[in-house]
């Protein structure tokens, strides 16, 4: 139980009398940072949340724009640190599992997934353990559901060594009548609980991610959750398909805290009441409390609300799935959450008091050591040659292949070089979007770079998912780098205009007192108005001028977006700074195009793009006066790079990855 | 041309092989449902990819054993086309349809990446408007590609010419004599762990897929 005496006596305060032991264990979970973001919610609020696209901002399962008036996209991050610190294989899977259901809570089909991997120091036998863990948990369950991990970025750093970072995002589509919402609706709906039957598996996950990790974590093992990814493929399918009917008044996920969070939210949005009776809940095991019942994370599980009258025809649905599909209560008018066992009344209470009424912490903030939030802590001080091989800038074909990253036939390949593309099948359109992922111990960097990824591609950023990864708010260092941080993220979003539509917050992230550097990763998704518009980090022709593009502020900022996008015809492929510069990302860009590049000016403070121009005579006459750039050099007929005080690297020379 | 497109609970390439017959071959396409047991339609049954029954068992153990498999069997027996592709390939050798079995990669990890193959054989319905030796590339997903027959089979289908593609340079699960694809006896039945429903457009990086589509396409129309 992690519930505070203060939180206890407002408990007693709010119901008027003792909590029962059920309700106990639900306030115990919702209550929980990782349920109720107390810590986190008021900064939160600072984050710019709307913008011409928007159609849902955060409070939803997951952040919805519009691509076209017939198309929606759904979006969502979400960290799965603590399971997978204490049980990799799993706590990965798992956490695919649940950012999967959220986007398809929204009535909306995944089409990819990204990751943002953090681990310890490359060579170490621990961060072996977790890599191989992690990256064969996402690659089992994503290739068995059938949603590609389209790319991502993979960290290593020591302070990661214990407590390595599992961030997963999904992207969904859905035509716009298809959307769905969370809110309860309709007296006398049935409330329809589907999937997977309920264990003992999970409890106490939520209060487990809201403590830190120590060296008798490993027990806590229990906490993890075991997926399914047959279950989940199933699921998917029939959830899909029910929506497709309209005959689904509300779908909310069970993730975190399980039945109790899920139906607490729904009575809560709906600004009505659900009573349930748990003796229909179906068990996988014998003898469960209706407090385990409540508060179990058992995986791959939906709730629906359907009118009666519909039932029927829903409940077809999922058994034509192989799906469990039962009815466990049904709406009330007054905002009460009625749980029964066996027909005795084990809970009743207000939902809110469960999603609403936590006093939100009012903790102490120092602001942060610049050093932990300012100074980058990639080593990129090396030259081109040893960065290739150097664990954190190498090519990560390794685990992109441990990916189906093809099935959907929508990923556009190859995949692991600059923002990833997809056009859309689905829509019988040309439209195409590009994501990126980047995460850094600054909003602005990260923010920053996945921007710059999108620009690259050919595309306009649309919308931003973020993961904030913190260590234990409670002390005032940590709860100051969070708020600065926060404070970051909005004032980077607004100048650059692209809205905040979904996120996570993933606190105590510590281990044996040690608390990761404050971690921000950014996943955006921009658009492209005909995916044969879009242009890859890889070299194309011979003969062509590189130039580079240097950024200082936001005013250049805005100038080169608006350069690079009006002179997509003229540009043959482009790239832009990642961690360690531009020339970096254009020795990667002549590998893979096997194209060889010569460059005469090294090094180019503030580089943050470089393009290769096809018409460069046309491009002076036509490029906005206030754009900063230079020609840095051009594109050659042999196979090697070279670069000013770098000397010659050969193409065609094999790499290994050395830790 | 008609095809008809297995879904398995659990397969993840059904829709893009749907895709591919539609809208890249312009074909008509239907789904078969895995608990089907009449199918009268269709010209050519495709065996789709993924995971179905989860991989739960052995790959495509369990789906060698649904209601439709029976119907797939008497179909293919009558002398019309069976294509599988990876898991469809995996489900063909569990059925019996084909002769083998399937490992777990030899480097125990799932392998998704573009793929040459070489084309060994044109006597078929799959591969007749091909040339043999040319080079194909086709992509390849899985987790037990690592195909094995015990000598005198293999020497058995080299004999008969039923090995159809060949991994080209390194072969990427450790499969016996790098076999990638193999019909049966009387060549209708063809699986194969590469996908040519991802080999259809520049973008997805190759269209060398449509060159095995098409060839059935042109040998249903030629009978």
């Known amino acids: 139980m992690t519930l505070k005496a203060k939180d206890k006596e407002r408990i007693v305060n709010l119901l008027g009398r003792k909590p029962t032991p059920t309700e106990e264990a639900m306030f115990d979970v919702m209550w929980s940072e990782h349920c109720s973001y107390r810590s986190s919610k008021k900064f939160l609020k600072l984050l710019p949340t709307k913008g011409n696209r928007v159609v849902q901002g955060p409070g939803e399962n997951a952040g919805i724009v519009k691509l076209n008036e017939k198309w929606y996209l759904a979006m969502k991050m979400e960290s799965h640190n603590h399971p997978s610190a204490v049980e990799p294989y799993q706590g990965a899977a ?52 059938g949603v590609p991990v389209v790319g991502g970025e993979a960290v290593f750093l020591p302070p990661y060594r214990d407590n390595p970072l599992v961030n997963v995002m999904c992207i969904g589509i859905m035509q716009s009548e298809q959307m769905l919402k969370s809110a309860a609706k309709g007296e006398g709906n049935l409330v329809v609980l589907v999937g997977s039957k309920t264990g003992r598996d999970g409890i106490g996950g939520a209060a487990f991610a809201s403590e830190e990790l120590s060296d008798e974590s490993e027990e806590k093992r229990p906490s993890v959750q075991v997926g399914d990814p047959f279950t989940e493929k199933l699921l998917i399918e029939a959830c899909l398909e029910a929506a497709s009917t309209k005959k689904v008044v509300a779908m909310q996920d069970l993730g975190a805290a399980g039945l109790t969070s899920s139906l607490s939210e729904m009575a809560s949005k709906g600004n009505c009441g659900i009573e349930i009776e748990l003796s229909r809940v179906p068990l996988r095991e014998e003898g469960m409390k209706p407090e385990e019942i409540m508060i ?37 008018k007054e905002r009460r959450f009625v749980i029964k066992s066996q027909n005795s009344i084990v809970a009743d209470l207000d939902p809110k008091h469960l999603t609403e009424s936590v006093p939100p912490y009012e903790g102490a903030i120092k602001r942060p050591n610049p050093k932990r ?15 290739l091989k150097d664990p954190n800038f190498a090519d990560k074909d390794y685990i992109y292949e441990q ?60 919308a931003i998912t973020d993961c904030l990864n913190f260590g234990n708010p409670e002390y005032p260092e940590i709860y100051g780098e969070f708020a600065y941080l926060v404070e970051e993220l909005a004032s980077t979003c607004k100048q650059l205009s692209v809205p905040v539509i979904s996120g996570n917050v993933s606190f105590y992230n510590e281990t044996n007192e040690e608390a990761i550097p404050p971690t921000v990763v950014v996943g955006m998704v921009g658009i492209l108005h005909d995916i044969k518009d879009a242009k890859r980090p890889i070299l194309k022709g011979r003969d062509n001028s590189i130039v580079a593009i240097t950024i200082k502020d936001t005013k250049d900022e805005l100038c080169a977006k608006e350069v690079i996008l009006s002179s997509l015809d003229n540009i043959v492929s482009m790239g832009y700074n990642g961690r360690a510069g531009i020339l970096l990302s254009l020795t990667k860009a002549a590998i893979k195009g096997d194209i060889g590049v010569i460059i005469v000016t090294s090094p180019i403070e503030d580089a943050a793009y470089w393009l290769e121009v096809k018409d460069i005579a046309k491009w002076k006459s036509t490029v906005n006066k206030k754009l900063r750039w230079s020609i840095i050099g051009k594109t050659t007929t042999d196979r090697y790079i070279q670069i000013k005080g770098q000397g010659q690297i050969d193409i065609g020379e094999k790499r290994n990855v050395e830790g | 041309m008609k095809f008809g497109v297995v879904v398995f609970p659990g397969s993840t390439c059904e829709k893009d092989c749907y895709y591919a017959l539609k809208e890249t071959l312009k074909q008509q396409v239907r789904y078969i449902w895995h608990t089907e047991t009449h199918i009268s339609d269709i010209d050519c049954i495709v065996l789709p990819g993924g995971f179905s029954y989860g991989d739960y068992l052995r790959a495509g153990a369990i789906s060698a054993q649904s209601p439709v498999m029976k119907e797939v069997k008497a179909f293919a027996n009558d002398g019309n086309l069976v294509i599988g592709i990876c898991n469809g390939f995996q489900i063909l050798l569990e059925s019996g349809l084909l ?125």
């Open chain 1, 403 to 462: 990916y189906d990253h093809m099935v959907g036939v929508n990923t556009v390949l190859p995949i692991g070089i600059g923002a990833s593309l997809m056009r859309l099948k689905e829509t019988e359109t040309d439209i195409g979007i590009s994501i990126a992922i980047a995460g850094e111990n600054s909003s602005e960097r990260a923010v920053k770079r996945a921007y710059r990824a999108i620009i690259a591609s050919g595309a306009e950023p649309i």
């Open chain 1, 296 to 332: 179990s994370e058992s995986q791959e599980r939906m709730a629906l609300i359907v009118k009666p009258e519909d039932y029927n025809e829903v409940k077809e649905i999922f058994e034509r799935w192989g799906i469990d599909c039962t009815v466990i209560g049904k709406v009330t």
């Open chain 2, 99 to 223: 002769p083998g079995a399937m490992g777990i990669n030899r480097s125990l990890k799932f392998t998704c990446k573009m793929q040459r193959l070489v084309v060994e054989n044109t006597d078929t319905p799959f591969t007749h408007t091909l040339k043999k030796g040319e080079i194909l590339n086709i992509p390849i997903a899985h987790k037990e590609g690592n195909y094995y027959i015990p000598q005198e089979g293999l020497n058995k289908l080299r004999r008969n010419e039923q090995i159809v593609f060949r991994y080209y340079g390194e072969n990427p699960n450790g499969s016996v004599d790098n076999i990638a694809g193999i019909v049966n006896e009387s060549r209708n039945v063809f699986g194969l762990m590469p996908h040519p429903e991802r080999a259809i457009s520049p973008l997805l990086g190759s269209t060398d897929g449509i060159k095995v589509w098409k060839s059935v396409i042109e040998w249903k129309a030629g009978r």
């Open chain 1, 373 to 387: 939030v300012n100074v980058s802590f990639y080593n990129a001080n090396k030259g081109i040659p040893e960065l």
């Open chain 1, 94 to 145: 798992t956490g695919v599992g649940g950012i999967i259901r959220d986007i398809l809570a929204m009535g909306a089909r995944p089409v990819a997934l990204m990751d943002s991997l953090w681990f310890g120091d490359y060579s170490e036998q621990k961060t072996q353990y977790y890599l191989n863990g992690v990256v064969s948990g996402i690659a089992d369950y994503g290739n068995c559901i």
